[in-house]
């Protein structure tokens, strides 16, 4: 059994990865920290989880596990682990974006794989620290990956993607508590979302110079996945495309290329990232839809646990039911 510890476990992402970890053949939750929930039960913060587990939060920090995930908000991991050193053998996965970009990735001799299974599985078997991919980042890079390593993102490409509520986190704000937030749509961070550091640095591993990437993040009505489409001029025929994607992804357990245009419920509460193509006169769109908290956070974390661990990434990610 994997022994492991979650740091932040009271949010969204940290309740995803106990629902997980709970039904994980190969998982033990040894401890879930949480400072502002220390010696409360786990239902406090997850209350779908009454009745299958007593676990409490603690605010110890057992510094021996095979595999601790962090779950806290960006720019606190990196602290964190500063203040915490983890026995040699313990693994970490981070869920902030504090170790997404290259720059940024080193931390005192710890070297962060960028952890999307799709782009770098070789990699990820062979780490032990991961910087697990953002949500939007996930969407939009799986949408585009097959085209870059085919070099064919040669010009511009227009991305309008929108996500649930739950993307922004569990802390109220103006602009996610339910008034505000329902029967409501609006845009963000127009052009300059944090997450196209790491979408870019991933394309130019194929491709070193792409169209520009014109980014419009909305938020959406709803509270879980990511709808996201993305256009440009292409030259090539749709059959030609669609036989790049499904080249691409043919050893990918989660990543499907659709026959039908999708629709976003198809993917909620799954880690399934589902894409479609479709070709009008010279522009080719590309849509993708993912479940935020799952492909998009928590789910992706599993994958990559269970390719470090040497276990069949499929493990433990069965279709379930979510609790929104």
């Known amino acids: 059994m994997i022994k492991i510890g979650i740091i932040g476990g009271s949010g969204y992402t940290g309740g995803e990865l106990i629902r997980l970890l709970l039904q994980h053949p190969q998982a033990q939750i040894d401890f879930i920290y949480s400072t502002t929930k220390a010696g409360k039960k786990i239902s406090v913060a997850h209350p779908d989880v009454t009745g299958i587990t007593d676990l409490k939060f603690t605010d110890r920090v057992n510094l021996d596990v095979d595999l601790v995930f962090l779950c806290l908000g960006h720019g606190n991991s990196k602290l964190f682990l500063e203040e915490n050193n983890f026995a040699d053998h313990t693994k970490i996965i981070d869920l902030s974006n504090d170790f997404r970009l290259k720059e940024a990735a080193n931390l005192n001799g710890k070297q962060f794989v960028y952890g999307l299974p799709e782009l770098q599985e070789d990699k990820i078997k ?86 520009v990437l014109h980014f419009l993040p909305n938020r959406g009505n709803f509270t879980r996945g990511i709808f996201a489409t993305a256009y440009l001029q292409f030259d090539e025929d749709i059959e030609t495309a669609i036989e790049l994607y499904k080249s691409f992804y043919q050893d990918a357990p989660f990543t499907q290329l659709c026959d039908e245009p999708i629709t976003l419920k198809q993917v909620v509460n799954t880690n399934q990232c589902h894409i479609h193509l479709h070709k009008h006169h010279n522009t080719l769109l590309i849509t993708s839809a993912i479940d935020n908290l799952l492909k998009g956070a928590s789910g992706q974390a599993i994958q990559n646990m269970n390719l470090i661990f040497g276990l069949n990434p499929t493990t433990g990610l069965q279709l379930k039911a979510g609790v929104f």
């Not at 409501?184 to 070193?208: A, C, M």
């Open 126 to 211: 062979k780490t032990k620290y991961i910087a697990n991919p953002g949500c939007f980042a996930t969407a939009i890079q799986l949408a585009l990956l097959p085209l870059a390593k085919a070099e064919l993102l040669k010009n511009d490409v227009h991305i309008n993607a929108v996500t649930g509520s739950t993307g922004a986190g569990i802390r109220l704000s103006d602009t996610t508590h339910f008034s505000w937030r329902t029967n409501n749509v609006s845009w963000y961070k127009p052009f300059t979302h944090q997450h196209l550091g790491e979408i870019n640095e991933s394309l130019e591993l194929f491709q070193k110079q792409h169209g």
